[in-house]
T-cell receptor
Framework: KQEVTQIPAALSVPEGENLVLNCSFTDSAIYNLQWFRQDPGKGLTSLLLIQSSQREQTSGRLNASLDKSSGRSTLYIAASQPGDSATYLCAAPENTGFQKLVFGTGTRLLVSP | GAGVSQSPSNKVTEKGKDVELRCDPISGHTALYWYRQSLGQGLEFLIYFQGNSAPDKSGLPSDRFSAERTGGSVSTLTIQRTQQEDSAVYLC???????????FGPGTRLTVL
């Protein structure tokens, strides 16, 4: 059974810092891994999806890497801004297929001006 | 284009009542998912529809929960005889078959008094 863990649970940084969020998963036979952002009281916004054949994906100031052999993914946020404040969730599929996503408990990020 | 929409955005009900939650997926998306997000449990998979195939109901927590998808588009999640532990945010997502990238709606916040 897939289990996903995220550390740290919370992170507070001043504006402008580069930061790394960590995600680990127990079953490395995954099709892909997704990173999401959730603002308070809102749904999830997909940030990046990394296919199993890829090692990283980039979108603007965000870069996500995937190391299946070690069961780890990282989300790197460059030059953080107050608007980046949100909860970041990673999700990996159950090993029965990519339909069911198993989510980590998230990292709550606060970027102070 | 329009994203995934859900209604109602908030629902308050009394214990023992039945509730229906609605999801309108992105047009053309053949896959539809329901998840539940509750304090202490994080985000958990409930049910998955793909085209005309039988749905994967393996995440439904009890037989009080059911879902249907009419015409391969709109889906309704029904909770019968609601209990206080059913209080949560119910999220719907959709995706194109084979892509694995799920797009989430804003959710329905259910409160059972």
């Amino acid at each position: 059974k897939q289990e996903v863990t995220q550390i740290p649970a919370a992170l507070s940084v001043p504006e402008g810092e580069n930061l790394v969020l960590n995600c680990s998963f127990t079953d490395s036979a995954i099709y892909n891994l997704q990173w999401f952002r959730q603002d308070p009281g809102k749904g999830l916004t997909s940030l990046l999806l990394i296919q199993s054949s890829q090692r990283e994906q980039t979108s603007g100031r965000l870069n996500a890497s995937l190391d299946k052999s070690s069961g780890r993914s990282t989300l790197y946020i460059a030059a953080s801004q107050p608007g980046d404040s949100a909860t970041y969730l990673c999700a990996a599929p159950e090993n029965t297929g990519f339909q069911k996503l198993v989510f980590g408990t998230g990292t709550r990020l606060l970027v102070s001006p | 284009g329009a994203g995934v929409s859900q209604s109602p955005s908030n629902k308050v009900t009394e214990k023992g009542k039945d509730v229906e939650l609605r999801c309108d997926p992105i047009s053309g998306h053949t896959a539809l998912y329901w998840y539940r997000q509750s304090l202490g449990q994080g985000l958990e998979f409930l049910i998955y529809f793909q085209g005309n195939s039988a749905p994967d109901k393996s995440g439904l927590p009890s037989d009080r929960f059911s879902a249907e998808r009419t015409g391969g588009s709109v889906s309704t999640l029904t909770i019968q005889r609601t209990q206080q532990e059913d209080s949560a945010v119910y999220l719907c997502a959709s995706s194109l078959a084979g892509t694995g990238k799920q797009f989430f709606g804003p959710g329905t916040r259910l409160t059972v008094l």
